[in-house]
């Protein structure tokens, strides 16, 4: 699978990254990055970033890095612990494989804000579909 190119269709066909103004901004065969800049609409009704949001992130990376080997895979588990909030900014999520086996994946994940701050970090488990990804 050519990476470079997986990251163009991402961030151009994935409509809920889109939406929420993730992009995938690197992919290798054992992490992927993305970044997102955070916007009034992300914010919940206390003025910080809704920790929605920042799974969703961290689901999207972790996701992208166990299928930088051009296989599907659908969550299967997930656990994230919100550290500190944030209500402006660039934020960057990096995913990175802990295992890939046959059947599953397992991804650890962290984000943090443009000044380095961690914000949240979690685990995801990831199922191989055994499909392959076509762009």
């Known amino acids: 699978m050519d990476r470079k190119e997986f990251i163009k269709v991402f961030n151009k066909k994935d409509a809920l990254s889109h939406t929420l103004g993730m992009e995938l901004i690197e992919l290798e ?10 916007t009034k609409e992300h914010l919940n009704f206390m003025g910080t970033l809704h920790g929605g949001t920042l799974f969703t992130l961290a689901d999207v990376v972790a996701g992208t890095a166990i299928s930088a080997t051009g296989q599907n895979c659908v969550t299967l588990n997930s656990s994230i612990n919100y550290i500190r909030a944030v209500n402006e ?22 984000i943090c804000s443009q000044e380095g701050k961690l914000l949240c970090k979690g685990t995801f488990t990831m199922f191989m ?5 076509l762009l």
């Open 89 to 110: 900014g660039v934020i960057t999520a990096k995913a990175e494989v802990v295992h890939r086996g046959r059947t599953t994946g397992v991804c650890d994940v962290k």
């Open 129 to 133: 579909t055994g499909k392959e990804i």
């Open 29 to 38: 065969e054992t992490y992927a990055v993305a970044q997102m800049r955070i």
